[in-house]
């Protein structure tokens, strides 16, 4: 891997994003994208805010590192749009494995490539009012285009707030996760104390509660299957357009996620709702 094949591959993305706006600009199909109070007073269209996004490759000033921005929404598109949108989610994937290929295998170098990717595409940059910004979101950047070369009855979009990432670790990863951090708190001191009394064989879980996704359920009326799927969103679906070129039938949901978890607690949990390492994200489970 080379410096030259990874510009190439961010290059592919960012043109290529840029002809399917351009051709999404002219051709100004149906669309529905809600939009904030901010948005509304500043006059931004539902056009120019997919757009943005689709082309949404940087940090913006003030943005928190671990945040990755999203937005949600149904646009029509054309046979050649859905094609278009295809291709650069492959040139997306490719770029994704380039840059996790170079991470694993060439970490000193990579700082360096990608300074020279952040300070490449300075004129969308300035179009899209992101002037002098030199930081690449890699997420933001790979994220595929959410796209359906089908044409749907009926999408229902729903927060979904309860994800969690759950690890298996044992009490001895646990011990030196704790070891780690540091050592003058009492807190820190009282939780190794607490894991001295559980048998080495104890299993663990480390919890991380995920970042809430927006999650579009998706209907079909058309002869083929499946006649309904499910797709986690942060960016507004492509699809293909019917004779009538109409949007499906949709709910309006709340443009930020309700923060309270509205799914019910399933009864046959095995993760203990508290958890027993506070400082690392520890669970015990259920009845061990």
């Known amino acids: 891997m080379n410096t030259s094949q990874l510009i ?21 199909n149906p669309l529905w994208l809600p939009l904030t109070e901010k948005e509304t007073l500043i006059e931004l269209t539902p056009l120019q805010k997919a757009l943005n996004f689709y082309q949404d490759f940087w940090y913006q000033n ?81 994220r595929a285009i959410p796209v359906i070369d089908r044409t749907p009855s009926r999408v229902g979009f729903n927060w979904y ?60 009326d058309d002869d083929a299957l499946p006649n309904r799927q499910a797709m986690n969103i942060s960016l507004p679906i492509l699809f293909k357009a019917d004779e009538k070129n109409k949007l499906p039938a949709h709910n309006e949901p709340e443009l930020i996620a309700p923060l309270t978890r509205k799914r019910a607690v399933r009864s046959d949990r095995r993760i203990e709702d508290e958890p027993f390492l506070p400082s690392i994200r520890v ?3 259920i009845n061990n």
């Open 161 to 220: 707030n309860s994800g969690r990432s759950i690890q298996k670790i044992t009490v001895e990863q646990a011990q030196q996760a704790l070891l780690n951090l540091d050592q003058s708190g009492d807190h820190i001191q009282t939780q190794l104390s607490t894991l001295s009394h559980l048998a080495s064989h104890t299993p663990l879980a480390k919890v991380q509660n995920l970042a809430p996704t927006m999650r579009a359920n998706i209907f079909y």
């Open 283 to 285: 669970h015990r489970y």
């Open 8 to 28: 190439e591959s961010f290059d592919h993305i960012v043109q290529d994003s840029q002809a399917l706006c351009e051709n999404l600009r002219q051709q100004n």
């Open 62 to 142: 003030g943005q928190d590192g671990r945040e990755t921005r999203s937005c949600f929404g149904l646009i029509s598109a054309n046979a050649h749009q859905i094609q278009q949108a295809i291709l650069i989610n492959e040139h997306k994937e490719v770029f994704k494995q380039q840059v996790k290929l170079i991470q694993k295998n060439n970490k000193s170098a990579w700082s360096e490539f990608r300074g020279q990717l952040a300070k490449r595409h300075h004129d969308l940059r300035n179009s899209l009012h992101l002037s002098g910004l030199t930081r690449l979101h890699l997420k933001q950047i790979w």
